[in-house]
């Protein structure tokens, strides 16, 4: 099994539209959650943190469900900007040892 | 916009050569990271230079030698190559090791022939 799962997509969507992603982790371990963005041919950027009482920043809400073992990412009203890939992203604390895994990302195009 | 810059942008190597990847963060962080990102797979962290700790993934070849002559440069050196080493090879760098927050360089896109 992965460390760290999500649906590749691509999901496609109209302007406007509420579209939803889900990443599953599979180490107890982990700490900390990110949602990364990355645009076709660019690099990583950060795009959120998950708090685990979920938190919000404009049309983007991330939310995580620690008993479940899974983040979300929620974007209301989708702009033409939005496409791009999502990167999940965990950060693994193992003694004095930590690090980040990365997911796969999901593939989202936002459609005029 | 970034402060992580990256040379060259693209790369194009035989086999049989040696050649260098540079990078550069401009933002006084103190760790730096390398990571290949190819088709169909997650970004997988090759090295990890920080005032704490030098990583290496155990899985990279020893044809990717890593070099770190202070907190602002990172080298890539390659030599030998393999076909199945064409990916982008990304730079990012961050406050501290182990940060959640990284800021990534635009990366080489690099193809063995």
């Known amino acids: 099994r992965k460390e760290v799962e999500q649906d590749p997509g691509p999901f496609n969507v109209p302007e406007g539209a509420t579209v939803a992603f889900n990443c599953t982790y599979s180490n107890s371990a982990s700490q900390s959650f990110f949602w990364y963005r990355q645009d076709c041919r660019k690099e990583p950027k950060l795009l959120m943190s998950v708090y685990s009482s979920g938190n919000e920043d404009g049309r983007f809400t991330a939310q995580l469900n620690r008993a479940s073992q899974y983040i979300s990412l929620l974007i209301r009203d989708s702009k033409l900007s939005d496409s791009a890939t999502y990167l999940c992203v965990v950060r693994v604390h193992a003694g004095n040892n930590r690090k980040l895994i990365w997911g796969l990302g999901t593939s989202l195009a936002v459609n005029p | 916009e970034t402060g992580v810059t990256q040379t060259p942008r693209h790369l194009v190597m035989g086999m049989t050569n040696k050649k260098s990847l540079k990078c550069e963060q401009h933002?006084?962080?103190?760790?730096m990271y390398w990571y290949k990102q190819s088709a169909k797979k997650p970004l997988e962290l090759m090295f990890v230079?920080?005032?704490?700790?030098?990583?290496e993934n155990n899985s990279v070849p020893s044809r990717f030698s890593p070099e770190c002559p202070n907190s602002s440069h990172l080298f890539l050196h390659l030599h030998t190559l393999q076909p199945e080493d064409s990916a982008l090879y990304l730079c990012?760098?961050?406050?501290?090791?182990?940060?959640?927050?990284?800021?990534f360089g635009p990366g080489t896109r690099l193809t063995v022939t």
């Open positions: 230079y920080s005032l704490e700790e030098r990583v």
């Open positions: 933002l006084g962080h103190n760790a």
């Open positions: 990012a760098s961050s406050v501290q090791g182990g940060s959640y927050e990284q800021y």
